[in-house]
């Protein structure tokens, strides 16, 4: 991949050529936003326009309007992962039913001209195949992300240490009281006894 120095350097410095890349580098910028949208992945972007890491980051440093631009496009994309998770883990989706490997479908009645159920020879009623049998399905576990995101009465709970804290305060506890007998010890030192 070049990087915009070795373009420059090949190509000459006329005023049509500087309006020339002037375009290319537009057209490069919307390419790679474009791609982002779809993709939030910058070193794929990068190589769908042929310029490496950077030149897009030099871009970004410069093109306020870029850099706003890069920030919508990845900011959609975790949109769009925030409504899969959604979608898949609340919304669910259906699938067919399977029974010992076979897809399961509903039964239809056979009907005869008069709207009776026709029979076979046995005089079993006759059926034909309906509409596959639909199950619903989703992702417990995105689910669970989900409403660990935007539930507060799922989300994660810091976790307490109770016998920690006993302890730091027995321990508190423990060195004010020895601080308090060394003191009452000392002023027993310091004070006169009274023998008569």
């Not at 373009?7 to 390419?31: C, D, G």
């Not at 479908?105 to 046995?122: A, C, F, I, M």
């Not at 509409?131 to 799922?154: G, I, R």
């Not at 810091?158 to 000392?186: F, G, M, S, T, Y």
Request: glycine share 4%.
């Amino acid at each position: 991949m070049e990087t915009d120095n070795e373009r420059k350097s090949n190509k000459s410095n006329s005023p049509t050529r500087a309006l020339s890349r002037e375009a290319e580098r537009k057209e490069a910028k919307e390419k790679f936003l474009a791609f982002l949208r779809e993709d939030p992945t910058v070193s794929l972007a990068c190589e769908h326009i042929d310029r490496d890491r950077t030149t897009v980051y030099d871009w970004r440093e410069k093109d306020q309007k870029f850099a706003q631009e890069w920030d919508n496009a990845l900011e959609r994309a975790r949109d769009v992962g925030r409504s899969s998770i959604y979608k898949r883990g609340i919304i669910g989706w259906e699938e067919p039913m399977v029974s010992m490997g076979q897809v399961v479908y509903e039964t239809e009645p056979v009907l005869d001209e008069e709207g009776e159920q026709k029979h076979d020879s046995r005089g079993r009623p006759m059926t034909k195949r309906g509409a596959k049998v639909m199950v619903p399905k989703n992702s417990d576990s995105l689910a669970l992300a989900w409403a660990k995101a935007n539930l507060p009465e799922y989300k994660d709970k810091p976790q307490v240490n109770i016998h920690a804290q006993l302890e730091d305060l027995a321990q508190k506890a423990k060195d004010e009281l020895l601080a308090d007998l060394a003191a009452a010890i000392d002023n027993e030192d310091k004070e006169p006894s009274n023998q008569s």
